[in-house]
């Protein structure tokens, strides 16, 4: 289970990586710096933070994965933009699958609850924002739609049931499902948490 959240993670982060890059018109090499840097950046930051062996060193196939998708959206960007919000869905499925996978490797490794929910938040957060950092866009943690709230539910379910000796496949599906719905109901309906306001402005 892990290893397949791993993947589907990175992959759909790389998928990312390749809009972004299509839409800034680089080459062909950036794609494959962008499907890179991004599919593999949070877990990355995961494994560095947790003192394990970082994950794509060991196992060369993430980065393979990431580099075939990168060729592979050099030529299907132009049919990829044609879904309605590509970017922003690629992204969802992202942050539903890495904030699970990154609170369940987490507290695989013996950490408590807590640390395992901060985890999986930065593991589904921290490749987009090298993406949107280099590609010099304003990050999605800045706008006022559900993004964080999201990646912080999936992490949370998914700890909660852990707790509750729920087993990990459904435990997994209904932490990804909490995030993807919260995401979704960001990019469909707007969805926002209510944003802080000086006591003067409340006034």
């Not at 993670?9 to 680089?26: D, E, K």
């Amino acid at each position: 289970m892990l290893q397949l959240l791993d993947f589907l993670g990175v992959a759909v982060f790389a998928v990312t990586g390749a809009i972004v890059a299509s839409r800034l018109r680089l080459d062909f090499l950036a794609f494959l710096f962008f499907a890179v840097f991004t599919g593999v950046g949070g877990g990355t930051l995961r494994d560095l933070v947790l003192g394990v062996p970082i994950f794509w060193v060991g196992n060369q196939l993430y980065l393979l994965v990431c580099l075939g998708i990168g060729a592979a959206m050099w030529f299907a960007a132009a049919w990829v933009e044609k879904v309605d919000r590509p970017l922003r869905w690629a992204d969802s499925v992202g942050v539903a699958s890495y904030s699970v996978m990154g609170a369940a490797k987490t507290l695989s490794l013996g950490y408590p609850p807590v640390v395992a929910v901060l985890m999986g938040v930065a593991t589904a957060t921290f490749g987009g924002i090298i993406r949107d950092t280099i590609a010099g866009q304003p990050s999605a943690l800045l706008k006022p739609e559900i993004y964080l709230t999201a990646a912080f539910a999936g992490a949370g379910v998914y700890v909660g049931l852990a707790a509750l000796s729920v087993p990990s496949w459904p435990a997994a599906l209904a932490g990804a499902a909490c995030a993807l719905l919260l995401r979704g109901g960001a990019i469909l309906k707007g969805w926002s948490l209510p944003p802080y306001a000086p006591p003067q402005d409340r006034s």
